[in-house]
T-cell receptor, first 114, second 114 residues
Framework: AAGVIQSPRHLIKEKRETATLKCYPI?????VYWYQQGPGQDPQFLIS???????DKGSIPDRFSAQQFSDYHSELNMSSLELGDSALYFC?????????????FGPGTRLLVL | GDSVTQMEGPVTLSEEAFLTINCTYT??????LFWYVQYPGEGLQLLLK?????DKGSNKGFEATYRKETTSFHLEKGSVQVSDSAVYFC?????????????FGPGTSLSVIP
């Protein structure tokens, strides 16, 4: 069965650079979520989109922005990168706006900021 | 706000031992409850879930029962294997908005030794 696809899988950037992470949800899933997992930490919710509109917002820094496109894929844009942004970034998808539906996670993008 | 508490790790067990990882939650209403597993260097995989009180989720020999009266969702397995070594996250689907976000516990690292 098709799963959530994230690209790139690994990314190395320097401080103050920008990065764009991409997420392709499971086919027919209309809701996308972004999470950040720091080293040794549990994943923390950043932001979500339903039908191309932002549906919820968590602990996402102002330096980050995200959007969902007409084909339901999503991109997380990160600017002015800081060392503390080094983490594993997960995308998850679900159907029907997410209410009561299971979220399926992608393999994650590991970002290292030097 | 909604939160999840798990027993502290790391947990080290011998192969074929009985496993219990305690999980309790605080939430408004009756959220869906999940156990996710993260194998070394990999992403999050849904292990099992329960969507209402007294539901039992099960998968790969793991079980957890949604206990509303004790607000718990303890993970159990009768006989662990070396391949079960991973970090286990208890999680709930927040019902604060119409679009659930998953709130994770801190994770419990399990090491199974031969």
């Amino acid at each position: 069965a098709a799963g959530v696809i994230q690209s790139p899988r690994h990314l190395i950037k320097e401080k103050r650079e920008t990065a764009t992470l991409k997420c392709y949800p499971i086919p027919r899933h209309d809701t996308v979520y972004w999470y950040q997992q720091g080293p040794g930490q549990d994943p923390q919710f950043l932001i979500s989109f339903y039908e191309k509109m932002q549906s919820d917002k968590g602990s996402i820094p102002d330096r980050f922005s995200a959007q969902q496109f007409s084909d339901y894929h999503s991109e997380l844009n990160m600017s002015s990168l800081e060392l503390g942004d080094s983490a594993l970034y997960f995308c998850a998808s679900s159907s029907s706006g997410g209410l009561g539906e299971t979220q399926y996670f992608g393999p994650g993008t590991r970002l290292l900021v030097l | 706000g909604d939160s999840v508490t798990q027993m502290e790790g790391p947990v080290t067990l011998s192969e074929e031992a009985f496993l219990t990882i305690n999980c309790t939650y605080t939430a408004t209403g009756y959220p869906s409850l999940f156990w996710y597993v993260q194998y070394p260097g990999e992403g999050l995989q849904l292990l099992l879930k329960a969507t209402k009180a007294d539901d039992k989720g099960s998968n790969k020999g793991f079980e957890a029962t949604y206990r509303k009266e004790t607000t718990s969702f303890h993970l159990e397995k009768g006989s662990v294997q070396v391949s079960d070594s991973a970090v286990y996250f208890c999680a709930l689907g927040s019902l604060k908005t119409s679009y659930d976000k998953v709130i994770f516990g801190p994770g419990t690292s399990l090491s199974v030794i031969p």
